[in-house]
């Protein structure tokens, strides 16, 4: 375990390569990784492979790039591909737990997370950063990471496109979630986070959702009411926005309606 916990530099893809290279039968490796492409011998697809190829028993790989503070704001493209994913996927067939927290975009990665499904069925536990296209939902068959029906976790940070429809696929094909999170998704709506709970009321018991920009704290509360007995870990941010009352309920004016308690 090379995380080094608040590191703010990591392994570049030779040093990565020595590693692996040199312990063929590791089950686990976790490492903060230089994935800018302005940097000198940064990680990129070939890396990937080489640990992949090296090391083909690993069960979990983490892999996170270090906060930038120059680079905040900054959505430049990772040298991931998804035909690099696909090729790294398929060397790593006892994959279980997978972390690649990035701060720089991969592109379109609905057919990297169908190759995941398909080439490492053990996969339990996932963590991305900065996939972007991960479910698009466009129609009725599950597609990108909606097909990891084996998923017991799933983080998802920094994906633009996830729509409230992505939640819903995710709901549908990720029947085993006991603990779904996502971070800085900035276009889900407390629609979709309703109806992903509804459909993993069976299974869900811990929800993280932070700096999600039309999520904020009330909103959170009343889409997880579903499962709200069910929980038992939740991390939301502290976001309160005050709601304009009608005049009539300011001035204490309005009356109660026991019908609506029907």
């Known amino acids: 375990d090379l995380g080094l916990a608040g590191a703010t530099d990591g392994f570049h893809a030779t040093e990565l ?3 692996a290279g040199f312990c063929p039968n590791l089950r686990k490796l976790v490492a903060p990784c230089v994935f800018n492409p302005r940097y000198v011998d940064f990680v990129n697809d070939d890396a990937l492979l080489t640990i992949a190829t ?5 069960a979990i790989l983490r892999l996170r790039e270090p906060f930038e503070p120059a680079a905040t704001g900054q959505r430049e493209d990772a040298a ?6 696909v090729s790294f996927f398929a060397a790593l067939p006892e994959l279980e737990d997978f972390t690649l927290d990035l701060r720089h975009n991969v592109r379109e990665t609905a057919p990297a997370m169908e190759a995941l499904a398909r080439r490492c069925p053990r996969i339990k536990f996932l963590t991305l950063g900065s996939f972007q296209g991960l479910c698009k939902a466009s129609w009725l068959h599950l597609d990108g990471v909606a097909v990891c029906g084996s998923l017991e976790s799933l983080c998802i ?3 633009l496109d996830l729509t409230d429809a992505s939640l819903v696929a995710i709901g549908r094909g990720c029947g085993r ?8 998704c900035d276009s889900v709506t407390s629609a979709g986070i309703r109806r992903l709970a509804t459909a993993l009321r ?3 018991k811990e929800v993280s959702i932070l700096h999600c ?4 704290t009330a909103a959170c ?21 005050e709601v304009e009352q009608p005049e009539s309920v300011a001035n204490g004016t309005i009356g109660c309606d026991h019908e609506d308690d029907d």
């Open 80 to 85: 991931i591909t998804v035909a690099g994913l």
């Open 17 to 19: 390569g020595a590693i």
């Open 177 to 184: 979630l006991a603990k779904f999170a996502i971070h800085g």
């Open 157 to 159: 940070k920094g994906c």
């Open 54 to 58: 090296s090391c083909p028993k690993l």
């Open 213 to 216: 920009r039309l999520l904020d």
């Open 221 to 241: 509360l009343t889409a997880l009411s579903p499962i709200r007995d069910r929980i038992e870990s939740l991390e939301i941010s502290c976001v309160w926005k």
């Open 202 to 204: 069976p299974t869900i």
